[in-house]
């Protein structure tokens, strides 16, 4: 098992980030440390416009920053999971 970094970009909605949080309790993963904030300024997430053909503005966009310690394995999976959560744009390891 690593210790393993996860950024996650996700609309600034109520209940949004329980959900994170709460996948990774019924499934029974850890989290060591957990970290977030309002996105500010948007030009270093255009990509995630471009990838998902959407306007971003200020305010409606947080970042989450999640360590936790699991295998490759587990980490595909915690990945393709938090991917499919509603108020999530996008999930990633950080390396």
């Known amino acids: 098992m690593i210790q393993r970094k996860l950024s996650v970009i996700l609309e600034n909605k109520p209940g949004a980030l329980v959900r994170v949080v709460g996948l990774f ?3 029974g993963y850890n989290i060591e440390s957990l970290h977030v904030d309002p996105v500010e300024d948007l030009n270093e997430y ?3 416009e471009e990838k998902l ?3 971003l503005k200020e305010g409606e966009v947080s970042h ?3 360590a ?3 295998n ?3 980490l595909r999976q915690i990945l393709r999971q938090i991917n499919k959560l509603i ?3 996008m999930a990633e390891e950080i390396k």
């Open 87 to 89: 108020d999530v744009l």
């Open 64 to 66: 989450l920053i999640i």
């Open 25 to 27: 309790h019924q499934r």
């Open 72 to 74: 490759d394995n587990l």
């Open 46 to 48: 255009r990509f995630v």
């Open 68 to 70: 936790t310690t699991v």
């Open 53 to 55: 053909n959407i306007n």
